[in-house]
Structure formats: C-alpha cells, structure tokens
C-alpha cells in the first residue's frame, strides 16, 4: 500500500512518489499553496504543522523550540516516514 500524505485545510491527499524530495513538491503538484522562500529549511517561511504521522527533517534552522513543541515542521526539507497529515 503506498504511503500518504493528506492536506487537510485543502481537503487533498496524494501517494508518495519516490522522485519527490521533499512534501513541498506533492504539495505543489496538487496546487496546494505553501509559502516558501529557501526551499532548504533556513528561513521557516514553510512552517506547516503536522497533525499525524512521522516525518524526517535534517535541517530545522527554521524552526525554533517552541514551532517544534506544537508538532511544526518544515515541508521544502521534511520527507515523511509514514502516512502524514498536514495542516496545509
């Protein structure tokens, strides 16, 4: 079964593709606007919070303590680990 990753304010959801490099990319591929500047996790522009599931992120430069304690994560750098859903 191929994994997931659900918009929720946008009411879209789309299989994982192994050519994405990031959940900024699917997102996109749907229309599904999220703003984002550096597209390489510095500037936190991105932040999305994420409302289920395991993502992997290496750079978090955009988040600070805080983003991280309300599940925020940045999607121009998160991959997900599972089936997410995104508050985007």
């Known amino acids: 079964m191929a994994l997931?990753?659900?918009?929720?304010k946008s009411k879209k959801a789309v299989?994982?593709?192994d050519r994405f490099?990031?959940?900024l990319?699917?997102?996109e591929a749907q229309g599904i606007e999220i703003e984002n500047?550096?597209?390489q996790g510095f500037c936190g522009a991105c932040?999305?919070?994420l409302l289920s599931g395991e993502v992997h992120i290496e750079?978090?430069?955009g988040l600070d303590e805080g983003d991280m304690e309300q599940k925020m994560i940045l999607p121009c750098v998160a991959i997900r680990i599972s089936n997410i859903?995104?508050?985007a």
């Open 85 to 87: 859903i995104i508050n």
């Open 15 to 17: 299989g994982w593709d």
């Open 59 to 61: 750079i978090t430069d």
């Open 47 to 49: 932040k999305t919070e």
């Open 37 to 39: 500047v550096c597209r």
């Open 4 to 8: 997931t990753v659900e918009f929720k």
């Open 21 to 23: 490099e990031s959940i």
């Open 25 to 27: 990319e699917p997102a």
